[in-house]
């Protein structure tokens, strides 16, 4: 073994050197990497260490192994440096792919929040259709039940209507009936009059041609028209007997009549009542009324049926013609023997 004590070590820009050995290691090229770094620290340490022991007192051979060993660590140091670069790459990679995840994530928490801003939107919209909407269901069940309340009132109505409608119903077919009734025998009073009609013209049928008396049938109405000068002398309420005569063929017709009113009208001129008559008839008013009780007094004598009869008398305000002339007087002052129905109002 060969001691060398006097040799020094000298460290030159990052490089150990002892002196006339020949041995030269490396100190510098950290590598900033975590971990790596360290190894390659512990690496440079070991390899400064064994220059020491060896500057001391190394034997030929064992200085031969060392020097093949500390190339053997250059070697392992060069792989390092690769692994560690390669890491530093890997680590930039992954860095950038951090980077590009944190844009992502950033960019996916504006878009949730915008998500939430719209869905927080559409919850209050939602909250206020859903407000509208149960409003708008309580107006409709109240629409509803007001409308139920009116059908229902309105179905009443209908009811009471439709029972209005059967009472009218019957009471147009009661009605119908009756006007038929009423029109038959309308037709049959109408049929009665023509035969009374028919009678008195055939049985006065010389005094129609003398133009004393005049018959008309309007329908179910029969007038007898007597002028004055067969029945009364001018002034008298007394029944002369060609007038008598008349009156008892009238009568035998008229005794047949049923269910007909018999009116006795007196009517006359206009010419005032003379003083020598005032006292008996101070107006035409009673001479009117007079005549015309004096013959219903005589038809009811003859037979004809005094329930049917009535007398009235309208003095000279019902002329038939004109009180002008004495032809006109002479129409004017008159009987009217007047038939109508019993139901019947003049």
């Known amino acids: 073994m060969v001691c060398h004590r006097k040799r020094r070590c000298v460290i030159v820009k990052g490089v150990f050197t002892i002196e006339n050995s020949g041995i030269l290691i490396p100190i510098g090229g950290y590598f900033q990497i975590g971990k790596g770094m360290e190894m390659i620290r512990n690496i440079q340490l070991f390899a400064v260490m064994t220059a020491l022991l060896l500057s001391g007192c190394v034997m030929k ?3 031969t192994t060392k020097l093949a060993e500390n190339e053997g660590l250059k070697r392992d140091l060069s792989g390092l440096e690769t692994k560690s670069q390669a890491t530093e790459k890997e680590l930039a990679d992954l860095k950038q792919k951090h980077d590009e995840l944190t844009k992502q994530k950033e960019q996916l928490e504006k878009e949730k929040a915008v998500l939430q801003q719209e869905n927080a939107n559409i919850k209050s919209t ?8 149960s409003r708008e269901v309580v107006d409709l069940k109240n629409r509803l039940s007001e409308n139920g309340n009116r059908i229902q009132t309105m179905d009443q109505e209908l009811a009471a209507r439709n029972r209005h409608i059967g009472e009218l119903k019957e009471l147009v077919d009661q ?3 009756e006007k038929a009734k009423a029109i038959e025998e309308k037709d049959q ?8 009609y028919d009678s008195l013209v055939s049985e006065l049928k010389q ?4 133009g004393e008396v005049q018959i008309t049938q309007l329908r179910d109405k029969l007038t007898v028209n007597l002028v004055e000068k067969i029945l009364f002398d001018s002034g008298s309420a007394v029944i002369k007997g060609n007038g008598k005569k008349v009156l008892d063929r009238v009568a035998d017709i008229l005794k047949s009549v049923a269910k007909q009113q018999i009116k006795v009208e007196g009517h006359t001129d206009n010419v005032p009542i003379s003083s020598r008559l005032a006292d008996r008839f101070p107006t ?22 005094p329930a049917f009869l009535s007398a009235e008398g309208y003095a000279e305000y019902r002329p038939v013609a004109a009180n002008d ?6 129409k004017n002052r008159r009987i009217e023997i007047v038939l109508l129905p019993l139901d019947a109002v003049k």
């Open 207 to 210: 005094e129609i041609k003398e």
């Open 61 to 63: 051979s064992e200085y």
């Open 325 to 330: 002339s004495d032809e006109g007087k002479a």
């Open 189 to 196: 009073a109408i049929a009665r009059v023509k035969n009374t």
């Open 175 to 177: 009605l119908t009936l």
């Open 126 to 133: 939602l909250e206020t259709k859903r407000d509208q909407l």
């Open 284 to 305: 035409n008013w009673e001479l009117a009324t007079a005549r015309a009780t004096t013959v219903v007094r005589y038809l009811q004598e003859r037979g004809v049926n």
